[in-house]
């Protein structure tokens, strides 16, 4: 085993820089989406002075707007902080939506069964975000079990099984689960939540529940794992540099594992505060993307957990901005739809010019050379390998 240490100092220097170098880039990106958001509101007709002012009143211009844009924010908190895990271990987990659905899924039975009616409000709380977690984990397992045996792509595996969750969601939904007083033709739900199992709000008559504190407490311990902790330094150090983690002794695949099963966990939790604290029942169709907003939650502050509630809540206020911004101001609420499309844009040329770098460089390694061979090979013998294509191997070649 090898021991690698860093002074505390780089250490400090190094925490700091990526906590500001996400906060950065989230201002940066935020400030230009609403330039092009401005462009693109001029270009219909519209006014972006009544547009962002629609936004605000909407989002945090009263009380009800903004408990309402922080319930919108805590499924995305989970949902964020589920993609960072994985992610710090090297692992792209693109199916956070369907372990948030099989989460809330679970956490509907679990809420609904009868045989858990009788305990105490306490041990079945604790029970419905044990299932939810359970189930989310399990729902990721097989994406990285395909990589770690097969050397599947988890990225494909895991966004296939989100199709895959929700259809199945839909049908235990509408046959198997449906509450016997859900008329036929109508959206289909489970039975609903038992008092119980119902998540007690932070507000009277808001969905706003003690969830919210759970995923910001969720993003502290994340962090503190991963800066404070040996097995968070060795799920760092896999992400970061896999060949150098096995050569440090590290067993890479079950730090792969235990973070993939993590997140699954955190975002199935996102479902429990879905249905614990909004829908009450699990329903169809489950209309939510919760699980790929996370992703660009996570993206948009450089997948720094104690900055993800940060992003969470400023695309919470857009969600819940985008409603009010039709009521109050006659406007398409769609506009809001439009820069978090924006956004998706700006997050993704962050990563442009080194994937153009890359590009060029292999374009320049395949390219032919432009001089001959320094010597003629003697008659009859093979050209020496390379000379042809690499000017570097060819003098190596012939001396």
Request: proline share 6%; with cysteine; net charge positive.
């Amino acid at each position: 085993m090898i021991s690698v240490r860093f002074p505390a100092g780089h250490l400090s220097w190094a925490r700091r820089s990526r906590l500001a170098a996400g906060a950065v880039r989230f201002v940066g990106v935020a400030l230009a989406s609403a330039v092009v958001g401005s462009v693109i509101v001029l270009l219909g007709g519209g006014s972006p002075a009544g547009v962002l002012d629609g936004l605000i009143q909407g989002s945090v211009g009263n009380t009800p707007a903004l408990v309402s844009s922080l319930s919108q924010a805590t499924p995305l908190v989970f949902a964020g902080l589920s993609f960072a895990v994985a992610f710090r271990a090297g692992v792209f987990n693109a199916g956070g939506q369907g372990q948030f659905l099989m989460g809330a899924f679970a956490t509907a039975i679990v809420g609904f069964e009868p045989v858990f009616a009788g305990l105490p409000a306490a041990v079945h709380l604790l029970l419905v975000l044990m299932a939810g977690a359970i189930a989310g984990a399990l729902w990721a397992a097989p994406a990285i079990l395909l990589r770690i045996w097969r050397g599947t792509d988890e990225i494909l595996t895991s966004l296939m099984l989100s199709y895959v969750a929700a259809n199945l969601n839909d049908w235990l939904v509408l046959d198997e689960f449906r509450a016997k007083t859900i008329q036929a033709g109508t959206n289909a739900q489970t039975t609903v939540l038992s008092p119980s199992a119902s998540f007690p709000a932070l507000v009277q008559g808001s969905s706003l529940t003690f969830m919210a504190i759970v995923a910001v407490a969720a993003c502290v311990v994340a962090s503190a794992y991963f800066r404070y902790t040996t097995a968070g330094f060795e799920t760092r150090l896999v992400g970061a540099n896999p060949r150098f983690a096995v050569a440090s002794g590290v067993f890479s695949a079950r730090k792969m594992i235990t973070a993939m099963l993590a997140s699954g966990a955190i975002a199935g939790l996102g479902g429990s505060a879905v249905v614990g604290g909004f829908f009450h029942a699990d329903i169809t169709p489950f209309n939510t993307n919760v699980g790929f907003n996370g992703i660009l939650a996570s993206l948009l502050v450089g997948n720094v957990p104690l900055l993800i509630p940060l992003s969470s809540v400023f695309f919470g206020a857009l969600q819940q901005g985008g409603l009010g911004l039709q009521i109050l101001s006659g406007q398409s609420q769609y506009i809001a739809d439009t820069l978090t499309a924006v956004i998706i844009i700006f997050v993704a040329l962050r990563h442009q010019p080194q994937r153009l770098r890359a590009l060029w460089s292999r374009a320049s390694a395949s390219r032919p050379a432009r001089w001959p061979p320094l010597e003629a090979p003697a008659s009859g013998a093979p050209p020496p390998t390379g000379a042809g294509t690499d000017p570097s191997r060819a003098t190596q070649a012939h001396t």
